[in-house]
């Protein structure tokens, strides 16, 4: 199935080069491009595309509020918000992921790596930069440890170990992998935490891995 993407960035010439990149690929399709921020929430109730890859400085709307607007539209469920962004800092990530953006990556990222980060998004995984991720984690150590939250008290003690990890930005194989589990089993057990954690997507549960204090866990080390 072909992967249908909108681009929103407030640059022509950067639309135009990601536009080539995407739809040289086989399984990828740009349907739609947008200026700003209005113009991307408007195209993403009329089009439904798989995948956002929005930017976060645009005129009128913001890329972050644009998130914010399309993630909390019922309607556009399916529609996966990617932060792509020059500006890779703490309180930006922090905000794309309440916003519920499935994923913060640089502008500086390889042609290959945008795209399979696109088919990360649209297979509904989480996909944080390096820098974003050290970003998170700063923050999460600059804040004074609580304890875990009784929020978590709907998880199974493996329930809990698999979003300490997804909050590290491991990937369902890569914690397949540390825990000698086949990538089935983890998708089960992370797909069950975010229902019973009522999470939209993987994003909401590193959110929610931070908020609560399961981040920097002992399990996730």
Known sequence: MTIQ????????LLRGAFRLLLDSADDITVV???????????????????VVIMDIRMPDLDGLAATAEICADPDLRA????ILTTYETDEYVAQALRAGAGGF???GIGAEDLLNAVRTIADGDTLL?????????????????????????VLTPREREMVALVATGLSNQEIAERLVLSPFTVRAHVQRSMTKLEARDRA??????????????????
């Open 204 to 221: 909401q549960l590193v959110v929610i891995a931070y908020q609560t204090g399961l981040a920097g866990s002992t399990s996730a080390e």
């Open 105 to 107: 990556i640089g502008k």
């Open 32 to 50: 739609g491009e947008a200026a700003d921020g209005r113009e991307s929430v408007r195209l993403t109730r009329e089009l439904h595309p798989d």
């Open 129 to 153: 930069s390096p820098a974003a991720t050290r970003s998170l984690v700063t923050r999460f150590l600059a804040t004074p440890a609580q304890p875990q939250s009784p929020e978590l008290d």
């Open 5 to 12: 993407v909108l681009l929103a960035d407030d640059q022509a």
């Open 79 to 82: 529609s996966r918000i990617l």
